[in-house]
């Protein structure tokens, strides 16, 4: 265990100040590739989502990110599981999390060909690719023969109407005790995922907590 936090290392700092300003034009390239679709072409699979926010960063905040890093410094989860890599901000607070732990691994989630590249590229600069297993492909298909030793934290951060069929795959691997994040909770497709772990019959204690677009927090009972 370092005495220092990672997330100081100037390489991890010079990683992610670069990432949060090129995330600065999410909403310009999001207009772009609105524009830029075929007339009546809405995206709706996970893949076509994907494929059209090839270039976007789509991050969480930089308060959410420090948030994580200092629950899992405190819950040392053995795995932790990240729905939805992007380009990889998230990740680089978690990994960084993990190392100065000491112990466990971070098992991360990303359909994007071209966004599992640059994150593969800036977890070798920022020497945290030891501690990162990405998968490639859709999560409901990649996860399941990656998490059966179990899973100690949660990070929800893709596809919002998928939140909840990926919390029911991992949840037979959820032991009790778990932290479950959910990025973005005050987005409209989040709340069939909320009515879940705020109902007390499912087996969550649940608190929003006002950080970016808000984080659902839910332990595992």
């Known amino acids: ?38 007339p009546g072409f809405v995206p709706t699979t996970a893949q076509e989502r994907a494929d059209e926010f090839d270039e976007l960063y789509l991050p969480i905040s930089p308060e959410s990110g420090r948030l994580l890093y200092s629950l899992i410094r405190a819950v040392r989860p053995r795995t932790v599981v990240e729905f939805g890599m992007s380009f990889g901000i998230s990740t680089l607070h978690l990994a960084a999390a993990v190392r100065d732990n000491g112990v466990g691994r971070v098992i991360t989630t990303e359909l994007s060909t071209g966004k599992i590249a640059a994150a593969r590229r800036v977890f070798a600069e920022t020497g945290l690719a030891d501690v990162v297993t990405v998968l490639e492909g859709d999560a409901l298909q990649t996860l399941p023969a990656h998490i059966e030793d179990g899973v100690d934290f949660v990070l929800l951060d893709g596809w919002k109407d998928l939140y909840l069929p990926v919390l029911h795959l991992l949840e037979p691997q959820i032991a009790s005790g778990t932290l479950v994040f959910a990025d973005d909770a005050n987005f409209k497709q989040v709340q069939p995922y909320l009515d879940y772990v705020r109902d007390p019959e499912n087996g969550y204690q649940s608190v929003n907590f006002p950080v970016g677009d808000t984080m659902e927090i839910s332990c595992r009972l």
């Open 1 to 38: 265990m370092t005495s220092l936090s990672t997330l100081r290392d100037p390489r991890v700092v010079a990683a992610v100040d670069r990432m949060f300003a090129l995330a600065d034009r999410d909403e310009e390239l999001m207009n772009q590739a609105a524009a830029g679709r075929p």
